[in-house]
Every structure is written in structure tokens, then in C-alpha cells.
């Protein structure tokens, strides 16, 4: 079993910058990719940005040069750098992972984690 811990969320203007972290813990489980989803009241869960181990990554188009996905495989971590924010990226992010990035980018990961709010003000 996985379990996956977010951080980082809060409250930014326009134009600002926020950082989430996810580190994943557990025994006995293969992650190879991890990613992002974030869900706005009234709309569906969707993708932002997916990473695997060996670092071939996916955006979303509403995001492409704002953030950046990375993470830590030591750690099991992975981090969205969000830069340039702007009200339309307000929602609750959700960390995922699975083995393959094909489920991440699907949204059938095997793993979830809680979520984590992001306000973006004008």
C-alpha cells in the first residue's frame, strides 16, 4: 500500500508562484510515474502535469512554461513548481502515482492522495 502525503498549497495573487511537494511512503510498492491533478468546483478532475522515474514528463497545455514537474526518486517525491499563476488555476490538487505513466495520465492511478487546495487571486 501507498500513501501519498501533499504540501504546499495556500494562497497566491496573480502572477505568483506556489510549490507543492507529494512524498510517497509505503512497503513493497513500484512507482514509476507520479503526477498532478487538479479539480476546480464544478469541473471535472483533470491533468496537469505527469512525471515518470527516468523524467519524461506531460502538461497539461493550460500549463505548459508556467509549471514545472519534477521529483526526487530517492525521496519518492515529486514537486510542481507553479509560476505565473492565474485565477483559473485555482483547485484542489491532487498528487497520483502508479506504475505506469500511461494509468497517471489517465487518471486510473492506482494511488491518490488526499489533496491540497491552490487559490490564485486576482
Known amino acids: 500500500q501507498v500513501h501519498l502525503v501533499e504540501s504546499g498549497g495556500g494562497l497566491a495573487q496573480a502572477g505568483g508562484s506556489l510549490r507543492l511537494s507529494c512524498a510517497a511512503s509505503?512497503?513493497?510498492?513500484?512507482?514509476?510515474?507520479m503526477g498532478w491533478y487538479r479539480q476546480a468546483p464544478g469541473k471535472q478532475r483533470e491533468l496537469v502535469a505527469a512525471i515518470t522515474s527516468g523524467g519524461t514528463t506531460n502538461y497539461a497545455d493550460s500549463v505548459k512554461g508556467r509549471f514545472t514537474i519534477s521529483r526526487d526518486n530517492a525521496k519518492n517525491t515529486v514537486y510542481l513548481q507553479m509560476n505565473s499563476l492565474k485565477p483559473e488555476d485555482t483547485a484542489v490538487y491532487y498528487c497520483?502515482?502508479?506504475?505506469?505513466?500511461?494509468?497517471?495520465?489517465?487518471?486510473?492511478?492506482?494511488?491518490w492522495g488526499q489533496g491540497t487546495q491552490v487559490t490564485v487571486s486576482s
Open positions: 509505503g512497503s513493497g510498492f513500484s512507482i514509476n510515474a
Open positions: 497520483t502515482a502508479s506504475t505506469f505513466l500511461r494509468d497517471v495520465v489517465a487518471g486510473t492511478s492506482d494511488y
